[in-house]
């Protein structure tokens, strides 16, 4: 059974499969068409925090390629109620797909060893691929080949820039973290980067400005994430010179990109100015999690399969 619980698990050759069946689909969509696909086909969406983009284009999708959804929220009981293996063996007879959005990444690892069908993770504390997968499909769109282009990820090291990092390792592109010291990739994470990537260059550089220098993106989230709203006070003194304003843009090359998963906290981690701005991609990046989301699914449960 295969599942997408982090973009360390995708090989190159099947990220550019997913973005093949994903610009088919696209296409076919701009013009009208939505091709079913998945008919039939039954996704549960099992989350416990919040979320527009994730929950909303994966409902979307799945009605798009013919099949349904159904949004689990805690009175499923999931985590309450029955052990977590007796939910997961039952739920998984009833379902095609798990879309799971879990505080811990065990959770999601957990489900995925009980479940008898495929567990996709719609955002952990580890890991956000299907966000990856959206971004670094962006930025090819945007860019063409993205081979050899640098992305600087300006703030916290969290599920975002890990997935966007391992990402750009797997497509050959550069990534350079501008991280405020004390809020680093962990030792576990850098062990899976040199084993699993050993060429690639992963740079962190204390200085945000010099990070930007030879940015094609510059990528930004929240200082804090969901689940750590009682740090956000401390974070916003830690990060305050990580901010992507004008004036960091301004150090960055004139054609970069501004990119951000939202949803956004205006004012801390980026300004009105840079979001709202010529350089940023923001909606359509976020726009195109439905078409990737479409290409994941397919991907994982279609006859465009392997
Ligand atoms: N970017 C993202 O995953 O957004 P949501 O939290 O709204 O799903
Ligand atoms: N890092 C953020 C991403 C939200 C999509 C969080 O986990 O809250």
Not at 17 to 45: M, N
């Amino acid at each position: 059974m295969r599942h997408l619980l982090s973009m360390a698990q995708l090989e190159r050759p099947e990220i550019e499969r997913i973005f093949a069946i994903t610009e088919d689909l696209k296409t076919k969509y701009e013009q009208g068409l939505r091709e079913p696909l998945l008919p039939g086909r039954v996704v549960a969406l099992l989350f416990e925090k919040p979320s527009l983009r994730t929950r909303v284009s994966f409902e979307t999708a799945i009605v798009h390629l013919g099949g349904g959804s159904m949004f689990l929220g805690s009175d499923s009981g999931w985590g309450s109620r029955e052990s977590p293996a007796d939910f997961a063996r039952v739920l998984s007879q009833y379902v095609d797909c798990i879309v799971a959005r879990s505080y811990k990444h065990e959770t999601v690892q957990e489900l995925a060893h009980f479940s008898s069908c495929s567990v996709i993770n719609g955002l952990t504390d580890l890991a956000h691929p299907c966000q990856a997968l959206a971004d670094l499909y962006t930025i090819r769109e945007r860019l063409g080949d993205s081979q050899g282009q640098t992305i600087t990820y300006v703030g916290d090291a969290n599920n975002v820039a890990r997935s966007l990092a391992i990402g750009c390792g797997k497509l050959g592109m550069n990534f350079v973290g501008a991280i405020p010291e004390g809020y680093d990739f962990d030792s576990e994470f850098l062990a899976l980067i040199e084993r699993e990537l050993p060429d690639f260059p992963l740079r962190i550089v204390r200085d945000p400005i010099e990070a930007v220098r030879d940015a094609a993106v510059v990528y930004t989230d929240v200082w804090a994430s969901m689940g750590q709203e009682d740090e956000a006070e401390q974070r916003r003194h830690d990060f305050a010179d990580y901010q992507v304003n004008a004036e960091l843009m301004s150090h960055a090359p004139p054609d970069a990109l501004f990119m951000h998963c939202l949803p956004a906290h205006r004012g801390e981690e980026v300004t009105s100015e840079v979001i709202d701005g010529q350089q940023s991609v923001v909606i359509e990046q976020a726009a195109n999690r439905l078409h990737v989301q479409k290409g994941i699914l397919a991907w994982l449960l279609g006859p465009q399969s392997r």
